[in-house]
């Protein structure tokens, strides 16, 4: 019987230790390829700039007893999955999964990640899409930090992936945006959640007078005050978040007092 093929990828480059952390739960689950952008593209959402050339580098890594097939490319996270889905794949993948990211991927700036982003374009070509990402600080985001242990996230990552190869997500539900605490072990308890509409990650200034022209960001000082059922919440309680997204992003109005009002 051949094995599911899971397709994973990220937004942290193809050497991060999050993705690698990721390819090794995914390991006993299926057959796995990897195709991630050479170099990082945090905060890429689900962009496809005529930047990229496409350019590619590619090699064979064992993991978790297996012969690993690896495309680094010059594109973005999202780019990479197209890459994947009309270059790459032997066959349709079973399973997407982008992570596990450097960071926490929550509230109004999910569209902003490159790692949802990914998994948004995986879930356009039709597959289910798993997003994972561990809670770091602000200063970590680019890095990883040093050392970090990936063994909750792991658990995590391969419990959901298990659970979409087992079976297929209900109608409107194309992603599972997992966010895990920093302090989170196996024994952590995870909680269905919704989008916090209050903004997470606020927006600093530029610091102009050193020659830095790019807002900074911080994280939302009061994450208490956020909805009790939202995945803010759910990070502030130390337990797992897990938020089923959808594609259709289309709101969710009266459309006959919506219409009524538009064409007064």
Same mark, same amino acid.
């Given at each position: 019987?051949?094995?599911?093929?899971?397709?994973?990828?990220?937004?942290?480059?193809?050497?991060?230790?999050?993705?690698?952390?990721?390819?090794?739960?995914?390991?006993?689950?299926?057959?796995?390829?990897?195709?991630?952008?050479?170099?990082?593209?945090?905060?890429?959402?689900?962009?496809?700039?005529?930047?990229?050339?496409?350019?590619?580098?590619?090699?064979?890594?064992?993991?978790?007893?297996?012969?690993?097939?690896?495309?680094?490319?010059?594109?973005?996270?999202?780019?990479?999955?197209?890459?994947?889905?009309?270059? +790459?794949?032997?066959?349709?993948?079973?399973?997407?999964?982008?992570?596990?990211? +450097?960071?926490?991927?929550?509230?109004?700036?999910?569209?902003?990640?490159?790692?949802?982003?990914?998994?948004?374009?995986?879930?356009?070509?039709?597959?289910?899409?798993?997003?994972?990402?561990?809670?770091?600080?602000?200063?970590?985001?680019?890095?990883?930090?040093?050392?970090?242990?990936?063994?909750?996230?792991?658990? +995590?990552?391969?419990?959901?992936?298990?659970?979409?190869?087992?079976?297929?997500?209900?109608?409107?539900?194309?992603?599972?945006?997992?966010?895990?605490?920093?302090?989170?072990?196996?024994?952590?308890?995870?909680?269905?959640?919704?989008?916090?509409?209050?903004?997470?990650?606020?927006?600093?200034?530029?610091?102009?007078?050193?020659?830095?022209?790019?807002?900074?960001?911080?994280?939302?000082?009061?994450?208490?005050?956020?909805?009790?059922?939202?995945?803010?919440?759910?990070?502030?309680?130390?337990?797992?978040?897990?938020?089923?997204?959808?594609?259709?992003?289309?709101?969710?109005?009266?459309?006959?007092?919506?219409?009524?009002?538009?064409?007064?």
């Amino acid at each position: 019987m051949q094995k599911p093929l899971i397709l994973v990828t990220n937004d942290d480059g193809v050497d991060s230790a999050g993705l690698w952390a990721a390819v090794e739960a995914m390991a006993p689950l299926g057959e796995v390829l990897v195709v991630a952008p050479d170099r990082q593209w945090s905060a890429a959402g689900r962009s496809m700039p005529q930047s990229v050339t496409g350019a590619m580098s590619e090699y064979r890594r064992e993991v978790g007893g297996q012969m690993v097939q690896v495309y680094g490319i010059d594109a973005t996270p999202a780019l990479c999955v197209v890459h994947a889905m009309i270059e +790459f794949v032997p066959r349709p993948p079973a399973l997407v999964v982008a992570g596990i990211n +450097f960071g926490e991927n929550v509230s109004t700036e999910i569209t902003i990640s490159g790692t949802v982003g990914a998994a948004l374009e995986a879930a356009a070509f039709g597959v289910p899409a798993l997003a994972v990402s561990l809670e770091m600080t602000v200063d970590e985001h680019l890095t990883g930090g040093e050392a970090k242990d990936y063994t909750a996230t792991q658990h +995590f990552t391969a419990l959901f992936a298990q659970r979409l190869l087992d079976r297929a997500l209900p109608y409107d539900v194309n992603v599972l945006n997992v966010n895990v605490p920093d302090n989170a072990t196996p024994q952590t308890p995870w909680r269905l959640t919704r989008l916090s509409r209050q903004r997470y990650f606020v927006p600093l200034g530029p610091d102009r007078a050193n020659g830095n022209g790019r807002p900074g960001y911080t994280v939302r000082a009061n994450p208490d005050q956020a909805e009790p059922d939202s995945d803010v919440a759910a990070m502030h309680a130390r337990v797992v978040s897990v938020t089923p997204l959808s594609l259709d992003m289309t709101s969710r109005a009266d459309f006959g007092a919506l219409e009524e009002q538009l064409r007064a």
